[in-house]
Nanobody, 123 residues
Framework: QVQLVESGGGLVQTGGSLRLSCAAS????????MGWFRQAPGQEREFVSA????????YYADSVKGRFTISRDNAKNTVYLQMNSLKPEDTAVYYC????????????????WGQGTQVTVSS
């Protein structure tokens, strides 16, 4: 069992930066791939980024490539999402998830989810 708690969301202006954190409980954190998804009002939850258990492979949605960076610290049971050059279309609730990376962009690859943190980018 893994419990996930996101933090770091907030209100930022266009072009600004935020760093999201996702703290995991459980001794098996390092065995899971971790993903970030987001959901805007009235929209489907969409893939943002993922990282393998070792951190050796990282995946990004085209919409965030070059602006967002995912990383993890297995010693701290934490995964991060550094978000730079934020745009109003990045406004959403951001969720972290733990699971396999067989298909890292699919929600069904993830067994555990956090409750989300709101990111709002003003124009």
């Amino acid at each position: 069992q893994v419990q996930l708690v996101e933090s770091g969301g907030g209100l930022v202006q266009t072009g600004g930066s935020l760093r999201l954190s996702c703290a995991a409980s459980g001794r098996t954190f390092s065995s899971y791939a971790m993903g970030w998804f987001r959901q805007a009002p009235g929209q489907e939850r969409e893939f943002v980024s993922a990282i393998t258990w070792s951190g050796g492979r990282k995946y990004y949605a085209d919409s965030v490539k070059g602006r967002f960076t995912i990383s993890r610290d297995n010693a701290k049971n934490t995964v991060y999402l550094q978000m730079n050059s934020l745009k109003p279309e990045d406004t959403a609730v951001y969720y972290c998830a733990a699971g396999s990376t067989l298909l890292p962009n699919l929600r069904n690859s993830y067994a555990y989810w956090g409750q989300g943190t709101q990111v709002t980018v003003s124009s």
